[in-house]
């Protein structure tokens, strides 16, 4: 299977700044990565697909970069509503495999 | 609106069977590969199961392998699983998802954009 990583676990932002979270896989899965968004008791919510693709209705502040092994997903500027967790996903391969999640919050 | 609903979950022992559904409305689940994500409390997301539109095509993690079975009925709009030989690590928050391109292929590598409220099913004696 492939495993996925993400760093760091966890981090303390302010409003305003710019959050970058990294992403890896244990081997190429090309461009097949997408980001998730998760806030407490909700379900998750997709944010980028096929690694730099904004999903509909998604703030242009999220962006992803990457190909290969490496990913990326970047805030350029934080607000309120962006605390939470954030996951990555390959689905180059079964199982579709997610990242442990990177938790945002206020510092 | 493009929902999802899932139904089913609760408390079973050990060993035991449960059958979660998921109802689709505000599209043709037909046009769609569908999965199973679950949740353990406090912890990440996991994929369990997904199927192509039809069923030609399924697959499953191999922590439920043999024990999980997911199926549709797109005449309903649903989409089930089917959880035999219950364990207490079993125990998670069950969401259902479709993918986010309509070719309904299972392999179409694509991400899940509609996701339900989830199920909870919890093992334990």
């Known amino acids: 299977d492939i495993q996925m990583t993400q760093s760091p676990s966890s981090l303390s932002a302010s409003v305003g700044d710019r959050v970058t979270i990294t992403c890896r896989a244990t081997e190429s899965i090309k461009s097949y990565l997408n980001w998730y968004q998760q806030k407490p008791g909700k379900a998750p919510k997709v944010l980028i697909y096929a690694a730099s693709s904004l999903q509909s209705g998604v703030p242009s502040r999220f962006s992803g970069s990457g190909s290969g092994t490496d990913f990326t997903l970047t805030i350029s500027s934080l607000q309120p509503e962006d605390f939470a967790t954030y996951y990555c996903?390959?689905?180059?391969?079964?199982?579709?495999?997610f990242g442990p999640g990177t938790k945002v919050d206020i510092k | 609106e493009v929902q999802l609903v899932e139904s089913g979950g609760g408390l079973v022992q050990p060993g035991r069977s449960l059958r979660l559904s998921c109802t689709a409305s505000g599209f043709t689940l037909d046009d769609y590969a569908m999965h199973w994500v679950r949740q353990a409390p406090g912890k990440g997301l996991e994929w369990v199961s997904g199927?192509?539109?039809?069923?030609?095509?399924?697959g499953y993690a191999d922590s439920v392998k043999g024990r999980f079975t997911i199926s549709r009925d797109n005449a309903k709009n649903s989409l089930y699983l089917q959880m035999n030989s219950l364990r207490a690590e079993d125990t998670a928050l069950y969401y259902c998802?479709?993918?986010?391109?309509?070719?309904?292929?299972?392999?179409?590598?694509?991400?899940?954009?509609?996701w339900g409220q989830g199920t909870m099913v919890t093992v334990s004696s």
């Open positions: 996903q390959q689905s180059y391969r079964t199982p579709r495999t």
């Open positions: 998802a479709k993918d986010r391109n309509s070719s309904g292929y299972f392999y179409s590598g694509d991400a899940f954009d509609i």
């Open positions: 199927t192509s539109w039809n069923s030609g095509s399924i």
